[in-house]
Structure formats: structure tokens, C-alpha cells
T-cell receptor
Framework: NAGVTQTPKFQVLKTGQSMTLQCAQDMNHNSMYWYRQDPGMGLRLIYYSASEGTTDKGEVPNGYNVSRLNKREFSLRLESAAPSQTSVYFC????????????FGPGTRLTVL | EDQVTQSPEALRLQEGESSSLNCSYTVSGLRGLFWYRQDPGKGPEFLFTLYSAGEEKEKERLKATLTKKESFLHITAPKPEDSATYLCAVQARNAGKSTFGDGTTLTVKP
């Protein structure tokens, strides 16, 4: 039981490049989330998916797109990366939207030059 | 808009020196307040959920308490392995999403 897995662990991009961050969970959870965490700051919600087939914007969605590929997988895409998107990205899942416990992946450390 | 403020930003303790972390919040109808622990280079790990004022939860050397405006995470006789960043989050009723504070980084020296 791996929990929540994320790939890649590290990534360096040049301004304007695109990339997709992958997330998968094996807990049969309905809801999944993408957060970003900047140094010394808490987590800010980018997008979330309450259930398979639905996605909604969080606090900071600009510059990002998401796809809930199936119940297990939730990807985050940066179409044209900017230095302001340098951050650590965490994927999380929970049994339902609003469940007490969110389970987090190990994070992807992204640097945009 | 829901808001969470944690203090202090950083706390350094000697092993065995008890202290408390604070989480002040404003939310339109609290469904739950959550505490997470985050180790360097890792994702947050769930610790507690508190639902109503007066509620307390304990786990080993940690005890979380809740009032209508704030929550405290009390650490009794901490050990170096308690060193981590502690995050507080709130969730409003019918919101489904949590708002996180910036965290308190705790360092416990042997």
C-alpha cells in the first residue's frame, strides 16, 4: 500500500516550458487535491477533484490545469512555466470531499529558471 | 474569507522543556480544525481533528485544545524527534476545502 505517490520528485524548467506533474493514490479515495507550498508558508490549494470526473479551482489556479484521469490519478499541468511557479507541489487525497484526514504525497520540487 | 494565523513562526526548545504552539482562526462556521506534522522534505502527516470548543485530543507528548477563536498544540517534555513543522488548518461547514496556516517550525535540542 504505497498511499499517495508523485512523479517526478525534482524538476528544473526554463521559463515558457511545459510539464505535467503526476499523482496517484491506491486508497480508493474519491477526492484529490493539488497544493503548492512556498518557503516558510503553508499550503495553498491550486485545484481539487471532489470525485472522478469533476475538478474545481482552489485559491491559486492561474497558470495551471488539471485532469482527473480516473479514480486513482490526478495530474497537474503547467502550460507555460514562470519563475513565480517555483515551489514544492503536493498532491493529497481523502475519502470524500471534506473528510477529516487528507493523505499527502512526498512532493515535487519544481524550479523554473 | 477563512484565515489561519500560527505563532510563533519558529520555536526552539531544550529537550524536556514544555511549551505551546498557537493557531488563531476566523471561519464562517467551523466544521473542523486540523493539526498536521511536516518533516523536512516530506508531505504533511495528519495528527488531530477538533470539532468544537472545549474539545481536546492527545497523542503521546502532544495535546491539542480548541476554543472559539484559537487552538493550542501543547508539547509536554519534548524530544528531539518532535522537531518538525506543525501546520494548522480549518474547514468551514459545507466548504469541503481546508485553509492552512503558515506553520510553526519546532526545533528540540538534546
Amino acid at each position: 500500500n504505497a498511499g499517495v505517490t508523485q512523479t517526478p520528485k525534482f524538476q528544473v524548467l526554463k521559463t515558457g516550458q511545459s510539464m505535467t506533474l503526476q499523482c496517484a493514490q491506491d486508497m480508493n479515495h474519491n477526492s484529490m487535491y493539488w497544493y503548492r507550498q512556498d518557503p516558510g508558508m503553508g499550503l495553498r490549494l491550486i485545484y481539487y477533484s471532489a470525485s472522478e470526473g469533476t475538478t474545481d479551482k482552489g485559491e491559486v489556479p492561474n497558470g495551471y490545469n488539471v485532469s482527473r484521469l480516473n479514480k486513482r490519478e490526478f495530474s497537474l499541468r503547467l502550460e507555460s512555466a514562470a519563475p513565480s511557479q517555483t515551489s514544492v507541489y503536493f498532491c493529497a487525497s481523502s475519502e470524500m470531499l471534506g473528510s477529516d484526514t487528507q493523505y499527502f504525497g512526498p512532493g515535487t520540487r519544481l524550479t523554473v529558471l | 474569507e477563512d484565515q489561519v494565523t500560527q505563532s510563533p513562526e519558529a520555536l526552539r526548545l531544550q529537550e524536556g522543556e514544555s511549551s505551546s504552539l498557537n493557531c488563531s482562526y476566523t471561519v464562517s462556521g467551523l466544521r473542523g480544525l486540523f493539526w498536521y506534522r511536516q518533516d523536512p522534505g516530506k508531505g504533511p502527516e495528519f495528527l488531530f481533528t477538533l470539532y468544537s470548543a472545549g474539545e481536546e485530543k492527545e497523542k503521546e507528548r502532544l495535546k491539542a485544545t480548541l476554543t472559539k477563536k484559537e487552538s493550542f498544540l501543547h508539547i509536554t517534555a519534548p524530544k528531539p524527534e518532535d522537531s518538525a513543522t506543525y501546520l494548522c488548518a480549518v474547514q468551514a461547514r459545507n466548504a469541503g476545502k481546508s485553509t492552512f496556516g503558515d506553520g510553526t517550525t519546532l526545533t528540540v535540542k538534546p
